[in-house]
T-cell receptor
Framework: GNSVTQMEGPVTLSEEAFLTINCTYTATGYPSLFWYVQYPGEGLQLLLKATKADDKGSNKGFEATYRKETTSFHLEKGSVQVSDSAVYFCALMGSGNQFYFGTGTSLTVIP | GAVVSQHPSWVICKSGTSVKIECRSLDFQATTMFWYRQFPKQSLMLMATSNEGSKATYEQGVEKDKFLINHASLTLSTLTVTSAHPEDSSFYIC???????????FGPGTRLTVT
């Protein structure tokens, strides 16, 4: 079946620190992979995605590379800002277009 | 853009009553929509897949008679929580898959509190 395992939080970083949030997946076939962000009191927003192996998704300084050999899609950012404080969800889209989400990682960036 | 709205954004109801949540795709058509449930500090769990003009497909463990889904048009799906109980209190989120490009867009969610 399909599942996503995501690094547990919460994560607290100082501004300008390097961020990595680990995500691994189990899937039948070749799913598309996503990172979504949820700011306090708001809905999910697509951060980035990758649709096939070795693709790199990037947006707002965040990056993630689809690694088929390690079934991973780790999220990275070189220098976080206070405004990046949010909950981050790794997800895969199955063959029926339904999403399977990780448990979410709460990030707090302190000045 | 592609916007999905949900109404209401939050609702409080008494135990035993029913409450309807609407999910609308505002500027695109969506034959397929999805309903998720999110408990505090937890991830989203898929409840059901809603297809316009046909019966919804429910995930294992989701009571179809309790969570009634109707997808009456290409821009509207509704989730009705029947005979609500406090344990149904949760954040309900829908997503709509655009027919034009198969991209999926999420609604802002509806917070349900059952007292």
């Amino acid at each position: 079946g399909n599942s996503v395992t995501q690094m547990e939080g919460p994560v607290t970083l100082s501004e300008e620190a390097f961020l990595t949030i680990n995500c691994t997946y189990t899937a039948t076939g070749y799913p598309s992979l996503f990172w979504y962000v949820q700011y306090p009191g708001e809905g999910l927003q697509l951060l980035l995605k990758a649709t096939k192996a070795d693709d790199k998704g990037s947006n707002k300084g965040f990056e993630a590379t689809y690694r088929k050999e390690t079934t991973s899609f780790h999220l990275e950012k070189g220098s976080v800002q206070v405004s990046d404080s949010a909950v981050y969800f790794c997800a895969l889209m199955g063959s029926g277009n339904q999403f399977y989400f990780g448990t979410g990682t709460s990030l707090t960036v302190i000045p | 853009g592609a916007v999905v709205s949900q109404h209401p954004s939050w609702v409080i109801c008494k135990s035993g009553t029913s409450v309807k949540i609407e999910c609308r795709s505002l500027d695109f058509q969506a034959t397929t929509m999805f309903w998720y449930r999110q408990f505090p500090k937890q991830s989203l769990m898929l409840m059901a897949t809603s297809n316009e003009g046909s019966k919804a497909t429910y995930e294992q463990g989701v009571e179809k008679d309790k969570f009634l889904i109707n997808h009456a048009s290409l821009t509207l799906s509704t989730l009705t929580v029947t005979s609500a109980h406090p344990e149904d209190s949760s954040f309900y989120i829908c997503s709509a898959r655009a027919d034009r490009n198969y991209e999926q867009y999420f609604g802002p969610g509806t917070r349900l509190t059952v007292t």
